[in-house]
T-cell receptor, first 113, second 111 residues
């Protein structure tokens, strides 16, 4: 039974389109995150939610909008996709704010053409 | 600006030998350090961690050493096994739930 799941696993789309990536965790965690792994393989945090409230919002274009309908879900919506958005996006969760061990999903590989 | 650096992009080691992975950081305020392991097409999985008040933490074949004065930590895997072939990420946090990751080191264990 997958702890942190993401859909879709692969996403290929055209520039200018709007797309969403979904994330769900069944660990009962309060905090969820979105990370971006770029072409240089660095994992960089984008957003974090705790109990549906936004607590981290790094310098990310406002074309990216996270949404947390409940504490088990954190979705990422991206408007007007650009070539530079191509990356692997990882969702993660942890027990609480300050819960250092984060559990990651399998990643969503986004390719913008 | 990368605050966590893994300067060796790859490491090849013979099965049964020791693998030593290194990580340097620039922010002296980091108070918790973690190592994650990642297989292709999967997300990173937590491996081992260490608090800044310790200098060593051991879990089975994995040991993490922390040298705060040098702002350096290392992961030792003894003995290395074929299943250890993966990418290893070093990460650090200010205990504010924001992990800063290194670029990763790809470990290949040769039979």
């Amino acid at each position: 039974d997958t702890a942190v799941s993401q859909t879709p696993k692969y996403l290929v789309t055209q520039m200018g389109n709007d797309k969403s990536i979904k994330c769900e965790q069944n660990l009962g965690h309060d905090t969820m995150y979105w990370y971006k792994q770029d072409s240089k393989k660095f994992l960089k945090i984008m957003f974090s939610y705790n109990n549906k409230e936004l607590i981290i919002n790094e310098t990310v274009p406002n074309r990216f909008s996270p949404k947390s309908p409940d504490k088990a879900h954190l979705n990422l919506h991206i408007n007007s996709l650009e070539l530079g958005d191509s990356a692997v996006y990882f969702c993660a969760s942890s027990t609480s704010v300050g819960g250092e061990t984060q559990y990651f999903g399998p990643g969503t590989r986004l390719l913008v053409l | 600006d990368q605050q966590v650096k893994q300067n060796s992009p790859s490491l090849s080691v013979q099965e049964g030998r020791i693998s030593i992975l290194n990580c340097d950081y620039t922010n002296s305020m980091f108070d918790y350090f973690l190592w994650y392991k990642k297989y292709p097409a999967e997300g990173p999985t937590f491996l081992i961690s260490i608090s800044s008040i310790k200098d060593k933490n051991e879990d089975g074949r994995f040991t993490v050493f922390l040298n705060k004065s040098a702002k350096h930590l290392s992961l030792h895997i003894v003995p290395s096994q074929p299943g250890d072939s993966a990418v290893y990420f070093c990460a650090a946090t200010l205990n504010d739930y924001k992990l800063s990751f290194g670029a990763g080191t790809t470990v290949t264990v040769r039979a």
